[in-house]
T-cell receptor, first 110, second 114 residues
């Protein structure tokens, strides 16, 4: 079963625009992580936010976490064509097992 | 470090045959995970090892699936006998096991059972 559910399922934007993806989850978490997957490749860890954190930045990435609403968002600023990929949120339970959502397919048009 | 190494990258086999997927985690990582990815079901955790010991195998679909981790540098996922519905991409991932660590994924094995 999937803990996290991403929204939207697909997103198409122009290069230079910002992309926002949302994730909702159901149970308590230790941390929430975002991953990227290029077509035909493995997942790459982007950023981790702990349950006691509300916002985190890494380069052009900004992640927020609202534990009261059990939701997170990933913002990619000034998108590039190379950002085209699927993005997954994953929630970590006390046993350090990650449960992934269904992903958001992002297409950035040049 | 070369990252998590999986082999083979692609496997095509006939229904009923045994399939063995292999994974070498990152040296020093003490947690290893096997995931399966399909369009219909997304990413599913199959089994999780910590310090070479299986901790949670509740995601293993049925008895046809088995996984081993004989030492810290090697794990296998075996399907016997294979069925067409097992066709998927199988990923291995490893992590340091702490609460503050992300996973490092391998490139996956694309399995096709005909």
């Amino acid at each position: 079963s999937q803990q996290g559910e991403e929204d939207p399922q697909a997103l198409s934007i122009q290069e230079g625009e910002n992309a926002t993806m949302n994730c909702s989850y159901k149970t308590s978490i230790n941390n929430l992580q975002w991953y990227r997957q290029n077509s035909g490749r493995g997942l790459v860890h982007l950023i981790l936010i702990r349950s006691n954190e509300r916002e985190k930045h890494s380069g052009r990435l900004r992640v927020t976490l609202d534990t009261s609403k059990k939701s997170s968002s990933l913002l990619i600023t000034a998108s590039r064509a190379a950002d085209t990929a699927s993005y997954f949120c994953a929630t970590s339970n006390p046993g350090n097992m990650l449960t992934f959502g269904g992903g958001t397919r992002l297409m950035v048009k040049p | 470090d070369a990252g998590v190494i999986q082999s083979p990258r692609h496997e095509v086999t006939e229904m009923g045959q045994e399939v063995t997927l292999r994974c070498k985690p990152i040296s020093g990582h003490n947690s290893l995970f096997w995931y399966r990815q399909t369009m219909m079901r997304g990413l599913e955790l199959l089994i999780y090892f910590n310090n070479n010991v299986p901790i949670d195998d509740s995601g293993m679909p049925e008895d046809r699936f088995s996984a081993k981790m004989p030492n810290a540098s090697f794990s296998t996922l075996k399907i016997q006998p294979s069925e067409p519905r097992d066709s998927a991409v199988y990923f291995c991932a490893s992590s340091l096991g702490g609460q503050g660590d992300g996973y490092t994924f391998g490139s996956g094995t694309r399995l096709t059972v005909v």
